[in-house]
């Protein structure tokens, strides 16, 4: 397997992807939005035999330092539950880290996220319609360098109710 960034050729299969896991049409739209708005800051592949097998994305927040979100994050239903997903989230916060940002957020299942760094209790003190048990934060250097703030996801997460 080969994971890297995603280029203009692999949309169309990342689209593919995205439908097939995802019981509505709003999270492929949600990933066409974020590349058309700019908020799209790290786009990756997963690729096997030369097929597109799995995608991540991480986008632009709004928060009182330079924050990601992650999501969504698509594995090919048929390529689920053999790693993929986990290897492209720990190479998109790996790029994350390299290009400087100093955390990500992500809205999730805290017993799956917290594997890769995530800790609800850095999220806590942030104030976000996305605030809650689910809402986590990772900070490369592990504090994160306020604690406190408002945050939310780049514009086109709105769309997703």
Known sequence: MIIRCEEPADVPEIRKIVEAVFPTLAEARLVEQLRSDGDAVISMI????????????????????????????????????????????????????????????????????????????????????????????LSFNGTLPVATGIIDYAPAFAALG
């Open 46 to 137: 997963a690729v096997e035999s030369g097929f597109v097998v799995g995608h991540v994305m991480l986008s632009k927040m709004g928060a009182p330092f330079p924050a990601l979100g992650l999501g969504p994050v698509a594995v090919a239903p048929d390529r689920q539950r053999k790693g993929i997903g986990g290897s492209l989230v720990r190479s998109a916060l790996k790029e994350a880290e390299k290009e400087g940002w100093l955390g990500v957020f992500v809205l999730g299942d805290p017993d799956l996220y917290q594997k890769f760094g995530f800790d609800p209790a850095l999220a806590s003190g942030f104030t976000s319609p996305y605030a809650g048990p689910h809402l986590m934060a």
